[in-house]
């Protein structure tokens, strides 16, 4: 009785062995175990070998690459996107971005200093940060050059060289807003220079208003300690905002009453507009999605049923919708979000698509709880021309031929 209400149960759910017959999988004639390899049957490793755990051997191209010339210290590595399942970047995976390479700060001895437009201005060890009261939150970060190689022409080959500056991690630390409070603002404080102890001495001014909104000062990714090469042991967080603000290896908060107009928001990080003028302080990432499998490298090698599966995000909020296009944005169709859809976090969606073996164009366009809309490429490149570098946020084309390879495509 039990079993056939568990079928009954499956049968609705879709999941009976009949239902999967919609995949059209390989059928043996009995149902036979497969052999066990030699090497299996002895002992497998003891425990602790290794004691800090990692990835199968057989996962080895599962690895951050980079695309930047030039010395190693100035470069970024991406995060392969294509490989990872629903919202989470393992810490190693986290991409990377760094002006003068990663520093070696030890816990004890590094300090934190709040001053400026303050009451009384503090000099914090990591200790006393963790005496505050914490939070943890499942953010996203995308560097604001990231996709910028679309800006011109779609010369990546892969999702993760288009897309793979952006990564999605739970973060822990103290809410800025806390360690102003202890030190107490003056009247006239409106930004919060904050400053890296690594040498290229990264500076950006953080508004007053965000500072108290939802920064925080993290001291941990993903359950353990900040990873060297994303800022141990300590780093701004501006959840939404563009990645270099989040400033790594934090030494300094100075609270001023003007921003500081400091490189990074001058001389880089503004986006020059075909009327002459440059966009100053373009902090919020806009809404943005992607399909990573199928993505540019693959080969779909069966015809028939699959899933496409793919990641959207925006620096405003939630993401509310969204739909996807097989046909080079003819005709949509909106997708599922996987749960949990959180704000200022990567979502996951996914839509089933049987490919019957002819060419399709492949296309996500995401709109988030503020009600923006992922431009295509045509309307981005309308409202902002082609001299920016940052903040490209356009619907990516995955272009299927009729054998099955998948690549970059403008359309
Ligand atoms: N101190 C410092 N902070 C920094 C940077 C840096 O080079 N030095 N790079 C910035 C940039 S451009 C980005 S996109 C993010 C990248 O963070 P991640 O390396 O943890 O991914 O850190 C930002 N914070
Ligand atoms: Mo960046």
Redesign the pocket.
């Known amino acids: 009785m039990a079993d056939q209400l568990d079928r009954r149960g499956l049968l609705k759910l879709g999941l009976a062995a009949g239902a999967a017959a919609g995949l059209a999988l390989p059928r043996p004639a009995a149902a036979t175990p497969s052999t066990l390899p030699e090497r299996a049957k002895g002992l497998g490793r003891p425990v602790l070998d290794p004691a800090y755990g990692r990835p199968s051997g057989f996962e080895k191209d599962v690895v951050r690459r980079t695309w930047t010339k030039g010395p190693l210290e100035q470069a970024?590595s991406m995060t392969p996107l294509a490989d990872l399942k629903g919202i989470i970047t393992p810490n190693g995976l986290?991409?990377?971005?760094?002006?003068?390479g990663i520093p070696d700060l030890n816990p004890d001895t590094h300090r934190l200093v709040l001053h400026g437009l303050v009451r009384q201005p503090v000099v914090f060890t990591l200790d006393d940060l963790l005496r505050f009261p914490s939070v943890s939150r499942i953010w996203v970060?995308?560097?604001?050059?990231n996709t910028n190689s679309e800006w011109a022409k779609p010369t990546r080959d892969s999702v993760q060289g288009t897309h793979g500056?952006i990564?999605c991690c739970e973060w822990t630390g103290v809410p800025l807003s806390a360690l102003l409070d202890e030190v107490g603002l003056l009247p006239e404080a409106h930004w919060v220079i904050a400053?890296?102890?690594?040498s290229?001495a990264?500076v950006r001014s953080v508004p007053l208003i965000k500072a108290l909104d939802d920064a925080i000062v993290a001291y941990a990714q993903n359950g353990e300690a900040l990873r060297p090469?994303?800022?141990y042991p300590i780093?701004l967080f501006l959840p939404g905002f563009?990645?270099?603000?989040?400033?790594?290896?934090?030494r300094r908060l100075k609270v001023t009453a003007e921003p500081q107009y400091a490189r990074?928001e001058t001389a880089k990080y503004t986006d020059l507009l075909p009327g002459g003028k440059a966009r100053l302080f373009s902090f919020e990432m806009d809404v943005k999605s992607v399909i990573t499998r199928p993505s540019a490298g693959h080969r779909l090698l069966e015809r028939g049923p699959r899933e496409i599966v793919g990641l959207a995000w925006s620096g405003r909020g939630r993401i509310t919708a969204v739909d996807v296009s097989t046909d080079g944005g003819l005709s949509w169709q909106p997708a599922r979000l996987q749960e949990p859809v959180l704000s200022k976090c990567l979502t996951r969606f996914t839509l089933p698509w049987t490919w019957q073996g002819a060419p399709a164009i492949l296309q996500s366009r995401a709109v988030d709880e503020t009600g923006e809309v992922q431009p295509t490429r045509a309307q981005l490149v309308d409202a902002r021309g082609v001299n920016s570098y940052y903040h490209y946020n356009a619907v990516q084309s995955w272009k299927v031929a009729t054998g099955g390879e998948v690549s970059n495509v403008h359309v």
Not at 94 to 100: I, K, L, N, W
Not at 141 to 145: F, L
Not at 195 to 198: K, L, Q, V, W
Not at 242 to 250: A, F, P, T
Request: charged letters at 30%; glycine letters at 12%.
């Open positions: 970024s986290h991409f990377e971005r760094h002006h003068s970060m995308e560097c604001s050059g500056l990564s400053e890296g102890a690594d290229s990264h090469e994303q800022g780093r563009e990645g270099n603000m989040s400033v790594k290896w934090l990074e």
